[in-house]
């Protein structure tokens, strides 16, 4: 048994405890314990795999459990960890960790609510840890639809619109990851004996005319996830209408998801395809990154705000997945996590504002500063890093990113990266914007004035995501580290090719 | 031919009896008694299902009419266990004052057109095909009559009696061209002598409309909503399942094996039929109000999908037709379940009534919730399985751009499944349908398709079984 398959034991075990209770203290209690264990999980895994590198093991992926489940199909229940897989692994056990205890009052059918949150974390879960496309696509699946439910039952506003148009949508991409999926395992093996393991993909190439064909369905059916424009409309409204842990688990894990598919499956195993074709995608992509971010600075409400900012950070994210060379990855890799934390901690914010002062738009708040000043001064931290201060997570993502998108030294890819850079700006101008009108100047409702402060569930979710973003800014070197290592065999693989690129 | 060889036919032979064993005790019950042909009938039938399990060969009867294979009993026991949950599912429906009296002919008509499906399986010609088909069709027409005090029932009995009569003169009449064309009406002979000459072509397009009739492909759908809707609920299962099901294992073993060598024509024709199929039905579902008619539409896409195995054209095809049938008829019956205990009970049937319903019914909700997720194909109920075989043996075939439509096709009848979903979960109703206790048959039926919907998936042992079986057909 692999250490792995607790990912999944962990969830159900904690599905069955939250089953087995009756009210909302019991079953918040219950989960907060279940993903508190899983969360510690994930550190013993970031632990053990470095222990595993330390003593020398070479192999790409490590923990690795194998059984077969369909015999004549060939598909395994395969399961294994890379640096990458570990790191996100770890991102996502600290985002599910803090997005209970921002639930920690919910109390319309708390049962069901945290059963499919953790449903949906398990989804995820799976997703980091399979090798195998048909579980890896099964568990995508499983992440999806708790969403409808969750933000159609619990959410505010146009929810049930909101909750239709991000399932339908995201479920149209899994439409194209089908093909794509299916397509590959068909060219998956030369010889005949045909598999969905990616090790075992990766080896052989696909033909060229496949690749021309497959790689836009498998990279557009991620991306959609990763809110790729023009596919990105679902993002801004589900994450307004989600509730507060739903958002931060949605933005903070679940669109990176498509990120992480982009490149262990559309790249990684149609390299060829992805140098031909990847100019679209970067123009596609920078213009996600751009305009995610004026439409950013125009938003009056919060939710929306962070919505579209999270438009522009996981544009970046493929953005920087296509420029497809080590630098650039390694950055596509810590953004992810960088982003996927500083999200959570915003929609995490953004929540105990709503819960205090019952409005989320922008212009009739005002100087919340001076009256709960613990959670503005984390406001301005995570608002701070995300426009990329030095010292925090997000500054060293978009730096390696650009540096690795610079090295690049044709005319398109310079002026591409250019135009990406240049959102940087933008989003200094909208964090600045909400921190001026939202925690400075006077306080413009009187009801403001007697508002509480932080609750300890509150601080303990706010104080573990701001100690991750902290931890990676100012000591990136393990992360990057780990990630090196593993990216090495991917990036090998893109630069055995002969470029036959437009540009 | 000796004893043991009749032995081989113990489907069929059992099911006679035990329809002839009901009507006798029918006949020496007196009238306030009737009630106990229930209890004693499901029991004779629970046997019969149970004994289908035994082992069985392959043999061959009279001359090559009759045939069985263990792929053949393995598709009558997939019939069986649907039709024992659908006969649960009822039990509370046939208690009712106003059915009383014909309890024994509810079950008795079941049972003639189940012994009619038997021998279309089984047919090892075109005759007994044709005469099993025949038995399978006509009794249901009464039994879609069964509330003939009804108008909407009579209705949809004198529908179905007149679409089917149309369609078996069409089917008919292509046989009697793949008669004219090869001078056999065996199966085997058939096969060796059909080539793709016009006329086999056209014989076989005469044949096949009969058959998309049956199984209500587009643009031969017309009659399925109309009959559905009038049809007490528990007929509209069996319909739109088991006879369904049985229709599509026949068709699918006549494509592979009738008329495999005109395979690289028929694929076009199959290919328009199935877009068209998936999309009508799924575009007529999306707009419809009443459950029934919803899920009378939304059977008519899952049809279309099936159609997607028959096109991969090999094992893999033959194995996801079956294995899709079997996950559809448990995730269907689960679906039509809970709309036949709310229909029974309460009388309501329009999606509207369903607002709330979780509020007051959790557990009917959560069955309908992954019923409904089992049909669009989500994980992890087995739904998700037998969609991703089918997509696959089309994929096998090189149809990509075919399951691109598939599964947008599957998106867009996920919007309406969630539709229900959100009806249930999500809409405010200040007098939902008050909460219920259905009796321990109903339940029983509920939570037999539950579990069927849950372990069908993941429990892989049951895609080899078909796999190994369908092996044989074949090649």
Redesign the interface.
């Known amino acids: 048994m692999s250490i792995l398959n607790l990912f999944i034991i962990v969830p159900l075990l904690t599905v069955g405890g939250i089953l087995l209770t009756r009210d909302l203290k019991q079953s918040r209690l219950v989960s907060a314990i279940g993903m508190g264990i899983q969360m510690i999980l994930s550190f013993v895994l970031v632990y053990l795999y470095l222990h595993e590198r330390a003593a020398g093991n070479m192999a790409t992926m490590l923990f690795t459990y194998d059984a077969l489940w369909f015999p004549t199909l060939n598909i395994h229940y395969a399961l294994g960890v890379d640096g990458i897989s570990v790191a996100m692994i770890a991102l996502t056990g600290i985002v599910v960790f803090a997005g209970i205890f921002a639930s920690w009052k919910m109390t319309y059918l708390p049962r069901e609510f945290f059963i499919s949150l953790i449903i949906l974390a398990s989804g995820v879960f799976g997703f980091f840890i399979s090798v195998d496309l048909f579980t890896m696509f099964l568990f995508y699946e499983l992440a999806v639809i708790p969403m409808y439910l969750l933000i159609g039952i619990w959410g505010s506003g146009p929810k049930e619109y909101s909750a239709m148009k991000l399932t339908l949508m995201l479920m149209a991409g899994s439409a194209m990851l089908m093909v794509g999926i299916l397509g590959i395992y068909f060219f998956s093996a030369p010889n005949g004996h045909l598999t969905f393991n990616l090790m075992e993909i990766s080896k052989i190439k696909i033909p060229l005319e496949m690749q021309r064909f497959l790689f836009p369905f498998t990279f557009v059916g991620f991306g959609i996830l990763g809110a790729l424009f023009p596919f990105h409309t679902w993002s801004p409204d589900g994450h307004a209408s989600a509730p507060t842990a739903v958002s931060m688990l949605h933005a903070g894990v679940l669109m990176k998801l498509g990120g992480y598919g982009a490149f262990r499956v559309a790249i990684f195993l149609m390299p060829e395809a992805a140098h031909e074709q990847a100019w679209i995608f970067l123009i596609l992509t920078s213009i996600s990154v751009v305009y995610g971010a004026f439409s950013a600075a125009v938003q009056n409400d919060l939710k929306y705000i962070n919505a579209y900012s999270s438009v522009s950070h996981c544009g970046l994210v493929l953005f920087a997945v296509l420029m497809m060379n080590q630098t650039a990855m390694n950055g596509a890799i810590v953004q992810m996590i960088s982003h996927g934390l500083m999200t959570a901690l915003f929609f995490a914010l953004i929540g105990m504002i709503y819960g205090r002062t019952h409005t989320r738009i922008i212009q009739e708040m005002g100087g919340l500063m001076k009256v709960i000043p613990f959670l503005g001064v984390v406001y301005v931290i995570a608002g701070l890093a995300s426009l990329g201060l030095p010292g925090f997570s997000g500054f060293v993502a978009e730096m390696i990113i650009f540096t690795g998108a610079f090295q690049h030294v044709d005319l398109f890819h310079r002026v591409i990266t250019i135009m990406a850079a240049s959102s940087i700006v933008i989003t200094a101008v909208y964090i600045l914007r909400v921190v001026g009108l939202l925690l400075m100047g006077p306080i413009k409702n009187d009801h403001f004035l007697h508002l509480d402060d932080a609750k300890w569930y509150e601080r303990i979710s706010t104080i573990t995501l701001v100690l991750a973003i902290t931890a990676i800014g100012v000591a990136p070197f393990w992360l990057t580290n780990m990630i090196n290592y593993s990216l090495a065999p991917i990036v090998e693989k893109l630069a055995a090719i002969q470029i036959t690129s437009l540009f | 031919m000796n004893f043991s060889d009749i032995l081989t036919m113990r489907h069929e032979l059992m099911l006679t009896v035990l329809a002839l064993v009901v009507l006798i005790i029918d006949l020496n019950l007196h009238n306030r008694d009737k009630h106990y042909i229930i209890p004693i009938t499901l029991a004779l039938f629970f046997i019969h299902t149970v004994v289908g399990f035994l082992p069985a060969e392959k043999s061959v009867l009279f001359g090559g009419m009759y045939q069985t294979k263990p792929l053949l009993v393995m598709m009558k026991n997939i019939l069986n266990v649907g039709v024992l949950i659908i006969l649960l599912q009822s039990v509370t429906w046939l208690k009712k004052e106003e059915n009383r009296e014909k309890i024994s002919e509810y079950f008795i008509l079941l049972f003639s057109t189940l012994i009619g499906m038997y021998f279309m399986i089984s047919s090892g010609d075109f005759l007994m095909f044709y005469l099993g088909l025949e038995l399978a069709t006509i009794p249901i027409a009464a039994l879609a009559a069964y509330t003939h005090h009804n108008t909407k029932s009579a209705e949809a009995g004198i529908k179905l009696l007149l679409t089917s009569a149309l369609s078996s003169g069409i089917l008919l009449f292509g046989i009697s061209l793949i008669y004219g064309a090869t001078g056999s009406i065996y199966f085997d002979t058939v096969t060796e002598l059909y080539k793709n000459s016009p006329m086999q072509v056209l014989a076989f397009i005469f044949f096949f409309t009969g058959m998309a009739f049956k199984i209500s492909l587009v643009p031969f759908h017309l009659w399925t909503a109309d009959v559905y809707e009038g049809a007490p609920i528990n007929v509209t299962s069996y319909l739109s399942v088991i006879s369904k099901g049985a229709a599509a294992f026949i068709l699918i073993i006549l494509m592979f094996t009738v008329f495999n060598k005109i395979a690289p024509i028929y694929n076009h024709i199959l290919y328009l039929i199935a877009v068209l199929t998936m999309t009508v039905g799924n575009l007529f579902a999306l707009r419809q109000k009443n459950m029934k008619r919803f899920l009378a539409f939304s059977s008519i896409a899952q049809a279309g999908f099936i159609l997607l195995g028959i096109l991969g054209g090999n094992v893999?095809g033959m194995?996801s037709v079956i294995y899709f049938v079997l996950v559809y008829i448990f995730s269907n019956l689960g679906a039509f379940g809970v709309v036949s205990a709310i229909s029974t009970v309460t009388g309501k049937e329009s999606m509207d009534d369903y607002d709330g319903l979780y509020a007051t019914n959790p557990k009917l909700s959560l069955l309908m919730m992954l019923a409904l997720?089992s049909l669009a194909g989500?994980?992890?109920v087995a739904g998700?399985f037998g969609k991703?075989?089918l997509?696959?043996s089309a994929?096998?075939a090189g149809y990509?751009w075919l399951?691109?439509i598939a599964?947008?096709n599957?998106?867009i009848s996920?919007?309406y499944y969630?539709l229900v979903?959100?009806a249930m979960?999500?809409n405010k109703n200040e007098t939902p349908l008050a909460y219920f206790k259905s009796d321990l048959a109903t339940r029983t039926g509920l939570v037999l398709a539950g579990l069927g919907i849950f372990i069908l998936g993941f429990w892989?042992q049951i895609?080899?079984v078909i796999?190994n079986l369908s092996f044989g057909l074949i090649h």
Do not use: G, H
């Open positions: 893999l194995t997720f989500i994980p992890p998700f991703f075989f997509f696959a994929a096998s990509y399951v691109f599964v947008l599957a998106t996920l919007y969630l979903v959100k979960f999500i892989s895609y080899e796999n």
